[in-house]
């Protein structure tokens, strides 16, 4: 016999409720704020309406279903099912927070703060949740295959993100390491720079469409659900041993970016999660590029 659906309810906790587990009181919290020219209100109206979200979408999932629920801080140690649908309430980047943990789980996103958030990927409203849980459950639901961006190193340690991928110092040292596309003559340059960016469609929105503007807009950016990336290296340095020819470029599904390390410690982390990164030492190599895996959005 099979088991009903699952819904797993993905948050996080709130600006309100980080303010008062650091002071101690809501009044302790709101003299803190004071003191600096803000007021507490604003972030606790926010914070109820993120209760109420989360109340409101509980209160449609379907009496047979199973549910259950996980702050971002232990999506890593959450085990996900098969038949989960998964909810994310809350910002859009609670959504990539959560991709990386997924295999093909439809992923349903909760607007909590329409306006204050782009709503890219929690395209929806509390009150749609019953009638998405519905949809759902009769296959009759819209998704949107959204791209992700994998790292596999030498050692078989793996990471996959739904915008983009980080490889670099954790700190703000300069990186070392010699990159190079597969099957493009072997050419391989040796760089000195603040870390390498490979991102997605979805990563457009934010932090590679960023650095896009800023080096001339010259590639076109891939949307969401097309098997191409970009990738661009940060402030690359040139000297004597090191060069900046290789600075940015495409990664259509079959090609390949490697990075080998010459650095004591370089880190990959995808999604700006970087308390779960993949750590490399001397010699070793990374490869990126598209993930055979989809994030199944909701639409």
């Not at 259509?252 to 993949?278: C, I, N, Y």
């Amino acid at each position: 016999m099979s088991l009903a659906p699952r819904v797993v309810l993905v948050h996080r906790t709130s600006e309100y409720e980080e303010l008062v587990a650091r002071h101690g009181t809501h009044g302790q919290a709101a003299f803190f704020l004071a003191s600096r020219g803000r007021d507490i209100e604003e972030v606790a109206e926010r914070h109820r309406r993120t209760r109420k979200a989360l109340t409101e979408v509980t209160s449609a999932i379907p009496l047979a279903w199973r549910q259950s629920r996980v702050e971002r801080a232990d999506l890593d140690r959450f085990l996900f099912a098969p038949e989960d649908v998964v909810v994310v309430v809350g910002q859009d980047g609670l959504v990539a927070n959560v991709a990386k943990y997924l295999d093909g789980q439809p992923v349903l996103g909760i607007d909590t703060d329409p306006g204050r958030n782009p709503g890219v990927l929690v395209r929806h409203r509390p009150a749609d949740a019953a009638k998405l849980f519905a949809s759902t459950q009769s296959g009759r639901g819209v998704f949107d295959e959204l791209t992700m961006v994998e790292a596999v190193a030498d050692d078989t340690q793996r990471l996959v993100a739904l915008n983009e991928i980080y490889l670099g110092v954790a700190g703000h040292q300069t990186a070392r390491y010699r990159l190079g596309l597969e099957d493009d003559g072997g050419v391989v340059e040796a760089q000195a720079s603040s870390g390498v960016i490979v991102g997605t469609g979805t990563g457009a929105t934010g932090w590679i469409r960023s650095v896009w503007q800023e080096r001339g807009r010259r590639l076109r950016l891939p949307a969401p659900t097309e098997e191409r990336l970009l990738w661009f290296v940060r402030e690359a340095w040139p000297s004597p041993a090191t060069g900046t020819s290789l600075v940015a470029g495409e990664l259509p599904a079959a090609a390949l970016l490697h990075l080998t390390v010459e650095s004591e410690r370089l880190v990959a982390f995808g999604d700006g999660m970087e308390t779960d990164a993949v750590e490399l030492t001397w010699g070793q190599t990374v490869r990126v590029g598209v993930c055979r895996r989809r994030l199944r959005l909701v639409d």
